[in-house]
Each structure stands twice: as structure tokens, then as C-alpha cells.
């Protein structure tokens, strides 16, 4: 180039444009070359790492598919830990949930073992256990019941004897949100025996509730039949009803008597308030007919003070979480939004029915953790508090 500029200057200006050209020319193909040389270059490598799985694609699939399933795992974790609850009592409630998810699809081995060791009574006739939360008594959408184990449970509380015709058999259940004492029986002749002594009202059965209000007068008697209803809307769904068979007059005076419905049930339950304080309240309930969600109803609806943790009965016209006074979010340190994870504090007590030789069998059952955990919380006292600690 440079020997271009200096015959340019020189005056040979045929022989130095010549030169220039050339000059220019031979750049510009090295330029070509070399970006075409990269070019395979990235080429080949492509190739490279398209071929490479190729050569060992069981070993890289495998390793792929373990990958995958740990990113998953590990995203399903952090994306329950985001919705996971700050406040201690959320946390709690939340342990309580997956316990009960664990004993439903645990085997059943394990869930039977879990109630071998809740055993609060027991004799000749029959067995009473504490009933854990949210664990069904009878076979319901393919998960793991009580009644499904209770074979082995039988066969555990045996011990463990290769031939063994000892049985137990559900007589008087509960709801599965409901813990407590649950009733068994070791023979088909017993539980008619039960049977027969519930329909005379011999077995009484007296239960814990916290209410989200204080029930107006502090004890008294329920008695308003009951029917089930469709709740129409953006919701479709079906609940238990009141169906009383009074009105108020128009006069509002008194009351009248209404023609009642066919298909109502009569259902009456006996109420007496124990304690209250933060506009809660710890109330025993004792029902006397056996109506499907009858307490939960009388409570809500009659009373107007639903039991806490109740998402169902807490509004009749839609299906939501429950919703709480600022106060008693205050009281239970929680987030409107959380009330979702709040269990329904309902415990039965307490069984008492005949036993054998004219004597009486009468059973207490502990309070569950949350349950204790909320009284707490909201200041309520209960009798008999040296049981239960």
C-alpha cells in the first residue's frame, strides 16, 4: 500500500491504480475466507453437540428425565413455601392440613397403627378411639378411611395372632372434619345392641365448639327441623336448611304456626355457652337427633353464631372461606386470606352409654393441638382443664 502512495505521488498514475485495485481485491477475499472459515467452524461444532447425545441417548435421557423431575419437585416446593402462611398459628394449621392429607393416602398399616395407639377405652363389646382430623369414617372418594383399616386395626389390638376371628365394626360416626371420640364395636350383635340404646337416647354424646359470636340467651334448646336445599347462582350446590314450622306474625307479636315440609327432618340440639371473650365463644353442644350437619346449622342459622373454621355454613348463599371479625383475625393472629387453612372446631367430648353389670362407660376425649392452641389464643377457659393438658 504504501509503495502504492508513493507511485501515485510519483506521477505513474496507470501503474499505481493498477497496484491499488489488486491491493484491494486480495483484502477482501482474506476478509471471505476467514468469515467463511468461522462459519464452518460454528458449523462443525453444531454437528458436534447434535451428534454427541446420539452416541450415548439412554444414559442422556435418563439423566434428563431425573433432572425434570427434581426441577419439578424442587418448583412444586418453593411454590408452597410462596403460599405458605408468616404467622406461627398458620404454620400450625397448615402442619395439621398435611397430617391429614398423609393419613389418608398413607398405607394402611400406618393409619391403623396411629389408631391403635389412640385407644381411650375399650372392653369385651367395644372400642372408643380419638379420631383424628379430617380423616373419613367410611370409604369415600377413593381415600384412606377408617373403616378400611379397621381390620387390621382388630387384628393389631389381637396381638397380631395368625388366626384371629376378632372384628370391629363402626356404629355411631362422625363427620370427617369432626375429631373426637368414635364409637367401634366388636361384633354385628353389639353394634345392634348400640343401635337400639342411641334410638332410646341412652348414649349420649356431648361436644366442644368455638363459635365466631356468643350465643344469645347463654343456654338453651334448639329444636327447628331441617331439609336440604339447592343454593342457586354462580355455585350450584346443596346444604341442610332450617324449615321451621313458626313464623312471626305480622303484627309482630308472637308467633305462627306454619304447615311444616313432608320432607323435613326434626332435628334438636342443647346448647350451653362455658366460656367467652373476644367475641368468641366455647360452647358444649349436645344433639338429640342425628340430622346430617344438624349442630353446624343450628349454630349458623339459628343462632347465627357458625362455628369457627365452618367455610360451608358461614354464608348460605355462596361457597367461601369464612369471614372473621378484625378482632378475632386479631386475636388468632391470621389474614383474612388464610382463614381458608382454619380447621372446624368441632370435638366430640365426650360418650357416655351403659356398660355391662348396670355400671356406666364414660369417656373423655384430649383436646386436639389447634383446638388448644385457639382457646388460647382467644382467652376461653374450660372445666376440667387438668385433663387436658
Not at 89 to 102: D, G, I, Y
Not at 276 to 293: F, P
Not at 365 to 376: A, R
Request: proline letters at 6%; aromatic letters at 4%; a positive charge.
Amino acid at each position: 500500500m504504501n509503495s502504492c502512495r508513493r507511485t501515485l505521488l510519483t506521477g505513474n498514475w496507470s501503474s499505481g491504480l493498477n497496484t491499488f485495485i489488486s491491493l484491494v481485491k486480495t483484502r477482501t477475499s482474506c476478509r471471505r475466507c476467514s468469515a467463511a472459515a468461522s462459519c464452518l467452524s460454528r458449523g462443525q461444532a453444531t454437528v458436534a453437540a447434535k451428534q454427541a447425545p446420539a452416541a450415548d441417548n439412554g444414559e442422556k435421557r435418563r439423566l434428563r428425565a431425573i433432572d425434570l423431575a427434581r426441577k419439578l419437585q424442587q418448583e412444586k416446593s418453593n411454590a408452597q413455601a410462596a403460599e405458605a402462611p408468616v404467622f406461627g398459628v398458620q404454620k400450625k394449621v397448615l402442619e395439621l392440613k398435611k397430617f391429614s392429607l398423609q393419613l389418608q393416602n398413607v398405607h394402611p398399616n400406618v393409619l391403623a397403627k396411629h389408631l391403635s395407639r389412640s385407644v381411650l377405652y375399650q372392653n369385651q363389646h367395644v372400642v372408643l378411639v380419638n379420631k383424628p382430623y379430617d380423616v373419613p369414617v367410611r370409604d369415600s372418594s377413593g381415600e384412606t378411611s377408617i373403616s378400611s383399616v379397621l381390620p387390621v386395626l382388630s387384628k393389631m389390638m389381637d396381638g397380631m395372632k395368625v388366626r384371629s376371628d376378632s372384628q370391629l365394626l363402626p356404629c355411631l360416626g362422625l363427620e370427617k372434619e369432626v375429631t373426637g371420640v368414635l364409637l367401634l364395636a366388636k361384633s354385628e350383635k353389639a353394634v345392634e345392641h348400640i343401635q337400639e340404646l342411641h334410638r332410646n337416647n341412652q348414649v349420649q354424646r356431648k361436644y366442644w365448639i368455638v363459635t365466631v359470636g356468643v350465643p344469645v340467651p347463654s343456654e338453651g334448646m334448639i329444636d327447628i327441623p331441617m331439609i336440604e336445599r339447592e343454593v342457586t347462582g354462580s355455585q350450584p350446590h346443596f346444604k341442610m336448611a332450617l324449615s321451621p314450622v313458626y313464623r312471626m306474625n305480622e303484627e309482630g307479636s308472637g308467633v305462627t304456626k306454619m304447615r311444616g315440609h313432608r320432607q323435613a327432618l326434626p332435628a334438636v340440639t342443647k346448647y350451653r355457652v362455658l366460656d367467652s371473650s373476644a367475641g368468641c365463644s366455647l360452647v358444649e353442644l349436645q344433639a338429640l337427633t342425628g340430622v346430617k350437619h344438624q349442630m353446624r346449622v343450628h349454630m349458623a342459622f339459628a343462632l347465627a353464631c357458625p362455628i369457627l373454621g365452618d367455610h360451608k355454613y358461614s354464608h348460605w348463599s355462596k361457597l367461601a372461606p369464612q369471614k372473621l371479625p378484625e378482632r378475632v383475625l386479631g386475636k388468632l393472629r391470621l389474614e383474612q386470606s388464610k382463614v381458608r387453612h382454619v380447621p372446624l372446631h368441632l370435638h366430640a367430648r365426650q360418650l357416655t352409654l351403659p356398660g355391662p353389670d348396670n355400671t356406666t362407660i364414660r369417656v373423655s376425649c384430649p383436646l386436639p393441638k389447634f383446638f388448644k392452641q385457639t382457646l388460647s389464643q382467644l382467652n376461653l377457659t374450660f372445666p376440667n382443664e387438668k385433663d387436658d393438658k
